[in-house]
């Protein structure tokens, strides 16, 4: 039976997910129980269980479900990198998307606990990386690729620009915000931190107008 297009099995899996991303996020991997999951979500233990066979699938599952949310981001990727956007400011406006989106608190109390457990289950943080950040970068790559063809930039490399791009956004804020536990930074210094970035990285890429 659907429900405004959704099954009653995908709406249960959904429920349980995100009830387990707010245990897993509060109390962590090892401090979190499949009993206290079926609490938040409002269903029975065994339920949870016929859903997703123990913890570290259920685990897995919230990983890769946040990691699918990147494709809004991929979206904003290709909107604003267009040659139309670009010339309008849409580097700007996509650098200060992308560290408003990767700095937010439950997304890098999540990234923190997908670190804490990359040793015990390596093939998670490597999922994730490549269904998300991986992705991102190479989205970022072929739109320089394109500009470049467009001679609105100039990189012999358009994965290492985008890599150059994101690690200037990211480096400071990102490390700051996962040894200190939290993102001590407002929007206003956040969206300066952007900008100072995509200047830095026009400045090396950007074409002068003729």
């Known amino acids: 039976m659907k429900i405004d297009g ?53 685990f897995g599952e919230v990983v890769l479900s946040t990691a699918a949310q990147v494709n809004d981001i991929i979206e904003s990727v290709t909107t604003l990198l267009s040659e139309a956007k670009f010339m309008e400011g849409g580097l700007q406006q996509l650098a200060r998307r992308l560290i408003a989106v990767l700095m937010d608190e439950e997304l890098l109390k999540l990234r923190r606990l997908i670190i804490a457990n990359a040793d015990r289950m390596p093939q998670l943080g490597r999922a994730w990386y490549e269904k998300g950040f991986e992705r991102m970068l190479a989205s970022t790559a072929s739109c320089f690729q394109r500009l470049t063809s467009r001679g609105l930039i100039k990189t012999s490399d358009p994965y290492l620009a985008a890599s150059h791009l994101f690690g200037m956004l990211l480096w400071i804020p990102m490390n700051e915000a996962m040894f200190t536990g939290s993102n001590r930074r407002s929007k206003p210094d956040l969206e300066r931190h952007a900008d100072a970035s995509v200047e830095a990285f026009l400045a090396v890429y950007g074409v002068q107008p003729k």
């Open 6 to 58: 959704e099954t009653r099995s995908a709406r249960k899996d959904r429920e349980i997910i995100q009830a387990a991303t707010a245990a897993f996020i509060s109390k962590g991997y090892d401090g979190t129980s499949m009993e206290e999951i079926a609490t938040k979500a409002g269903a029975s233990k065994q339920t949870v269980y016929k859903h997703f066979t123990d913890k570290e699938t259920l």
